[in-house]
């Protein structure tokens, strides 16, 4: 079973530009995450979609992110426009819901804001 | 900011020691999960422990959950190489129906061969 695809790998910007992130789920899950990850940090979550509402978006700063899932299955992370501080590893992560669930990782995208 | 505070913050030992990872909130959680991170990978699951002072192992590694589901310790026995990785706990929190993690702020751990 293919585990959550997150593309691109690597990001490197300056600063005032725009970025996208993409995560493809595992096949059937309906809970989507996205984090964010300092280097050396654990990672923090931005927003949580069941299906395509997002539940829980409360940390994700909306001056400059936004993100969707459209058709409750791939989802976009955009950042317009980035910022220096903004330079992190973006994980997407996916379960089937539910409060017993277990969270798959993918491997994150690094965003380098110069 | 990060609910769960993590020490140390880095661990660097030889191959064959012991070593203790702890895990510390003032928060209580449902249960805790342990992580592990390999460098441009995400975090892999190792155990969730859920009852207050449970103990679970998991070859060489033992890990409890505080009586008052507040902290949690990870024990790594006879450390090898391949235990070399970035270690997370995570408190579990639910609400609107989904489990919502906290992850600590890590402990970087180095065996040296």
């Known amino acids: 079973e293919a585990g959550v695809v997150q593309s691109p790998r690597y990001k490197i910007i300056e600063k005032k530009q725009p970025v996208a992130f993409w995560c493809n789920p595992i096949s059937g899950h309906n809970t989507l995450y996205w984090y964010l990850q300092n280097l050396g940090q654990g990672p923090e979550l931005l927003i949580r979609y069941e299906n395509e509402e997002a539940v829980d978006d409360s940390q994700l700063p909306k001056d400059r992110f936004s993100a969707e899932r459209l058709k409750g299955v791939d989802s976009t992370l955009k950042i317009q426009p980035a910022e220096l501080g903004d330079s992190a590893v973006y994980l997407c992560?996916?379960?089937?819901?539910?409060?017993?669930?277990?969270?798959?990782f993918g491997p994150g995208t690094r965003l380098t804001v110069l | 900011t990060q609910l769960l505070e993590q020490s140390p913050q880095f661990l660097s030992i030889q191959e064959g020691e012991n070593l203790t990872v702890y895990c510390n909130s003032s928060?209580?959680?449902?249960?805790l999960q342990w992580y592990r991170q390999e460098p441009g990978e995400g975090p892999v699951l190792l155990v969730t422990?859920?009852?207050?002072?449970e103990v679970k192992k998991l070859k060489r590694l033992t890990f409890q959950f505080g009586d008052a589901r507040k902290d949690s310790s990870l024990h790594i026995t006879a450390a090898q190489p391949g235990d070399t990785g970035l270690y997370l706990c995570?408190?579990?929190?639910?609400?609107?129906?989904?489990?919502?993690?906290?992850f600590g702020t890590g402990t970087r751990l180095t065996v040296i061969p």
């Open positions: 422990v859920v009852t207050g002072g």
């Open positions: 995570a408190g579990v929190k639910v609400w609107t129906g989904a489990n919502n993690l906290f």
């Open positions: 992560a996916s379960s089937t819901g539910g409060p017993t669930d277990t969270q798959y």
């Open positions: 928060s209580v959680f449902s249960s």
